[in-house]
């Protein structure tokens, strides 16, 4: 019996790169019990591509690729959630490949992320680093990162987006408004198996990645705001001790100053006075971070399944495989 497997990947102009990727998977599965229906999620790319002149081999495991187009750019992951919802519906597709197109999500692992989700089919089963292929500045930021993501989700994360996602976990996903934000906080806050298995990061087929401080930034912010309950708990109980030692400081300088003749003219009123400001700076931090919250469960939330085809301008797609065995 062969598998349908849908592949999920954006793409913002970088069109060379994909065809690069098509041909990849071909050669990697060629004759294998596998079907590949490749959605290529047009992240508002100002460079066109011709679908129709794609070449790959006549016996290719692609049977089908599809480019959704964005009527603008909305981001790698918000590209991934529209993606997702294009095969949510799909009752031939076992399995979902989320990767990038560039080439750092190595083919030759999909084959790795297959058998681990065969082993538990319910499961889902990301992709971690063990190896990775970036700039020391890069790879210093992104561990800056997963330091700053366990502080303050008391959670680990050492994966991305490369993963496999059964079609069922697909399904639930599309319904949590997390996933507009971040595919692989949201599988973790989803309660939904998963297991990490590892993998090493490739290099890019083609030019250099658009990766910066400032995306590396908001990519590292759109994950830990999946998590916002728990980031709020966490700020609020670190600001409630910080006032609470403050206001046992300030009492153990009143003792120290009243009852005893270890005070230094001046100085019960300096310290005092500091410790009040920290007082006021954590009471501004709870009453913050606070509205912050109740102002963001007062509006509706963005429901990727119902909301994200606003976003889709056009779609046009290509049947490169009629055998038979693609509908099994």
């Avoid at 499961?123 to 990775?132: E, F, M, Q, S, Y």
């Avoid at 759109?222 to 403050?246: K, P, Q, W």
């Avoid at 400001?277 to 509006?299: C, E, K, N």
């Amino acid at each position: 019996m062969v598998n349908r497997i849908a592949v999920v990947t954006p793409v913002l102009d970088d069109w060379k790169s994909f065809v690069a990727l098509l041909a990849e998977i071909s050669n990697e599965f060629a004759g294998s019990n596998y079907m590949f229906d490749v959605y290529a999620v047009d992240d508002g790319s100002v460079i066109a591509v011709d679908l129709q002149k794609i070449e790959l081999p006549q016996d290719t495991c692609i049977a089908r690729i599809e480019i959704v187009h964005l009527a603008l750019n909305l981001g790698h992951q918000r590209a991934i959630a529209v993606g997702l919802c294009e095969v949510a519906d799909r009752a031939d597709i076992d399995t979902v490949i989320v990767m990038d197109s560039d080439g750092e999500d190595r083919p030759v692992e999909i084959a790795a992320l297959l058998a681990n989700s065969r082993e538990q089919p319910g499961d889902i089963v990301l992709a971690g680093r063990t190896k990775r292929s970036e700039k020391f500045a890069f790879r210093l930021g992104y561990s800056l990162y997963r330091a700053l993501f366990r502080m303050l989700t008391g959670q680990g994360i050492s994966f991305g987006n490369y993963s496999a996602l059964p079609i069922a976990a697909v399904r639930r996903l599309v319904y949590m408004p997390d996933l507009w934000n971040n595919l692989a906080a949201s599988v973790m806050r989803s309660r939904l198996p998963y297991r990490v298995v590892p993998t090493i990061r490739g290099v890019r087929y083609h030019g250099r990645s658009r990766m910066n401080l400032t995306s590396l930034t908001v990519h590292g912010l759109s994950a830990m705001s999946v998590h916002t309950e728990t980031i709020f708990v966490r700020v609020l109980l670190g600001a409630s001790l910080v006032g609470g030692l403050s206001v046992m400081g300030i009492i153990g300088v009143a003792l120290i100053r009243f009852a005893t003749d270890l005070a230094i003219p001046g100085w019960a009123t300096t310290v005092a006075g500091d410790l009040l400001i920290i007082i006021f700076q954590a009471l501004v931090i709870v009453v913050a971070v606070s509205l912050m919250m109740l102002a963001g469960r007062s509006s509706r939330p963005i429901i990727p399944i119902a909301d994200c085809r606003a976003f889709v301008a056009e779609r046009e797609h290509r049947q490169l495989n009629h055998d038979d065995r693609a509908v099994a």
